[in-house]
T-cell receptor, first 112, second 113 residues
Framework: AQSVTQPDIHITVSEGASLELRCNYS??????LFWYVQSPGQGLQLLLK??????LVQGIKGFEAEFKRSQSSFNLRKPSVHWSDAAEYFC??????????FGDGTTLTVKP | DGGITQSPKYLFRKEGQNVTLSCEQN?????MYWYRQDPGQGLRLIYY???????QKGDIAEGYSVSREKKESFPLTVTSAQKNPTAFYLC????????????FGPGTRLTVL
């Protein structure tokens, strides 16, 4: 069975500082990986996805993520965080069965 | 504009009553999904449908029912058998059943009094 672990429940960074959100997955075959962002009381918005090819993927809002098969990780990064990035972030893995499994999320707080 | 709509945004019901949450999409997507989200937890899959008139149980289907009579609509009924129905419910759709980006609606917050 597939699973996703986001080790950090809550992260606080200062505005302008760099950010890395961790995601580890467990799946026997090639995973399809996603990062979504959710503002309070809203639905989820796709930031980026990895299906195959280049292991460093670029997304919206200046985010990027790197797929590392050897570490079963798909960490999300941003070089300089803006106050508007404060939200909850979810990593997800999708399989050929079409079902997505989501991590429990990481809440990002941005200090002025 | 294309997208997914969920209504209502907030819903209050008395314990023991069935309630139906609406989900409509005009993206011409084949697959639709219902998730439940509780505080501090990720999304848990309730039901999904990859084609009209067909749907499958997700991880937490007990106490819920769905129908998929039209491609654009996938209503979710929370029945009185669901022991803890108060939650935030999210509907999503995707072009194909797998693997693809899911597009989410704004959610419905259900509170059972």
């Amino acid at each position: 069975a597939q699973s996703v672990t986001q080790p950090d429940i809550h992260i606080t960074v200062s505005e302008g500082a760099s950010l890395e959100l961790r995601c580890n997955y467990s799946y026997g075959a090639t995973p399809y990986l996603f990062w979504y962002v959710q503002s309070p009381g809203q639905g989820l918005q796709l930031l980026l996805k990895y299906f195959s090819g280049d292991t460093l993927v670029q997304g919206i809002k200046g985010f990027e993520a790197e797929f590392k098969r050897s570490q079963s990780s798909f960490n999300l990064r941003k070089p300089s965080v803006h106050w508007s990035d404060a939200a909850e972030y979810f990593c997800a893995v999708n399989t050929n069965a079409g079902k997505s499994t989501f991590g429990d999320g990481t809440t990002l707080t941005v200090k002025p | 504009d294309g997208g997914i709509t969920q209504s209502p945004k907030y819903l209050f019901r008395k314990e023991g009553q069935n309630v139906t949450l609406s989900c409509e999409q005009n993206l011409n997507h084949d697959a639709m999904y219902w998730y439940r989200q509780d505080p501090g937890q990720g999304l848990r899959l309730i039901y999904y449908s990859q084609i009209v008139n067909d749907f499958q149980k997700g991880d937490i289907a007990e106490g819920y029912s769905v129908s998929r009579e039209k491609k654009e609509s996938f209503p979710l009924t929370v029945t009185s058998a669901q022991k803890n129905p108060t939650a935030f419910y999210l509907c999503a759709s995707s072009i194909q059943g797998h693997p693809d980006t899911q597009y989410f609606g704004p959610g419905t917050r259900l509170t059972v009094l």
